[in-house]
């Protein structure tokens, strides 16, 4: 705590992110806003990032899991950053090691847990009144199409389709040889909802009591959007389980008559964001899930951070553009926040 206040009372930080996912987006959005900008590198990664006069600074380690240091925290400390979460922390540090971190961390780090456990995801989906696809407890209960998902934020990677236990053991049985996983029991079974998979971005401003809805997309995810230029009498004869690996994201406009019902379900879950983990969710989320034939969106994850699909958005979206007379991305947005914060002297409402 102490080394908080050094830094919020300091007036004067650097805006901080892991050099993957969304970082370019996030440090162009800060140095838009005025911040400095201070990019933590793994040192492969270095030819990379050098390009971008954007970044300020390039702070080098040689892997993500030397932030649990306290050495290197102290030092990212004394250089006075917020550092801005996103899919890369979460995927190279569990949640609790996250929790510990020191480094001041924009948005509640807290519910970051809430989105790495299921049984927590699924609680918060539930208790914001969310169409959700059905959970199915073992294998010997697979009855329809299924997904069986891994823990952890993987990006669609591991993956696979089953529709009775006998897939799900051949499924799982190449996952184990993959060295993926250890035992059938780190897999999650969920109902497969046909329709289309749709991303809403939103984002939580603490300060204005306000949710905006910033872009939307549709991710790019090999090998399902790929197994349709195959002609199905070849991939009848193909022994191959696609997986739903993320490559890349396309932009969606969604039909207007859908867009109230996409409001009242964010502001939903901030209200129970706020209830269940307090301080809730301030800053970018997103809802993940699929519209069926009738319209109705079922959602079957969240991400309580921003996700790499607002890359598309580094010049603004169509509903950002709604909203803003400047090319607003997520990144931009959330220093935008940082920065009325720190104006008002209430930026430790939008950081843990
Ligand atoms: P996730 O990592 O959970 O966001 O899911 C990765 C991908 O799997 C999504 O982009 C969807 O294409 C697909 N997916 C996940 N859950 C479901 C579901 N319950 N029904 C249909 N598709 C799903």
């Not at 006069?53 to 050495?71: A, G």
């Not at 993987?154 to 499924?171: H, I, M, T």
Request: proline share 4%.
């Amino acid at each position: 705590m102490k080394l908080l206040s050094k830094i919020i009372d300091s007036n004067d930080y650097s805006v901080s992110t892991l050099g993957s996912h969304c970082s370019l987006q996030v440090l162009k959005g800060a140095k838009d806003e005025g911040f400095k900008t201070l990019l933590i590198c793994e040192k492969k990664r270095s030819s990379l990032y050098k390009r971008f006069k954007f970044i300020d600074e390039l702070f080098f380690l040689d892997n993500f899991h030397d932030l649990l240091s306290k050495d290197i925290q102290n030092k990212l400390i004394n250089k006075k950053i917020l550092l801005i979460p996103h899919g890369t922390l979460i995927s190279n540090l569990k949640y609790d090691e996250i929790e510990k971190i020191n480094i001041p961390i924009f948005g509640n780090k807290w519910i970051l847990r809430w989105e790495a456990d299921r049984e927590l995801k699924q609680k918060l989906m539930y208790d914001s009144n969310f169409n959700t696809p059905q959970q199915i407890k073992g294998k010997k209960e697979i009855k329809n199409l299924c997904i069986v998902k891994l823990h952890g934020a993987a990006g669609g990677k591991g993956y696979f389709l089953a529709w009775d236990e006998q897939s799900f053991d051949e499924g799982c049985r190449k996952l184990i040889e993959k060295k993926v996983i250890k035992t059938e029991n780190e897999l999650y079974i969920q109902e497969y909802v046909i329709g289309v998979p749709i991303f809403l971005q939103f984002f939580y401003s603490p300060l204005k009591n306000e949710v905006e809805l910033l872009g939307i997309d549709r991710r790019y995810e090999s090998d399902i959007d790929g197994i349709g230029r195959i002609p199905s009498q070849v991939q009848i004869k193909l022994d191959f389980n696609p997986t739903y690996n993320v490559i890349g994201n396309f932009p969606v406009v969604l039909r207007e008559s859908l867009l109230q019902e996409t409001f009242l379900m964010a502001e939903k879950f901030v209200e129970t964001s706020k209830k269940l983990v307090p301080p809730g969710i301030p800053g970018p989320f997103c809802l993940e899930g699929v519209y069926d034939r009738n319209g109705t969106f079922v959602t079957f994850e969240f991400s309580a951070r921003i996700v790499a699909g607002t890359n598309l958005f580094i010049n603004g979206s169509p509903y950002s553009d709604l909203l803003y007379e400047e090319p607003m991305s997520m990144g931009r947005r959330i220093c935008r926040e940082i920065k009325e914060a720190i104006r008002l002297d209430k930026l430790r409402e939008i950081i843990t």
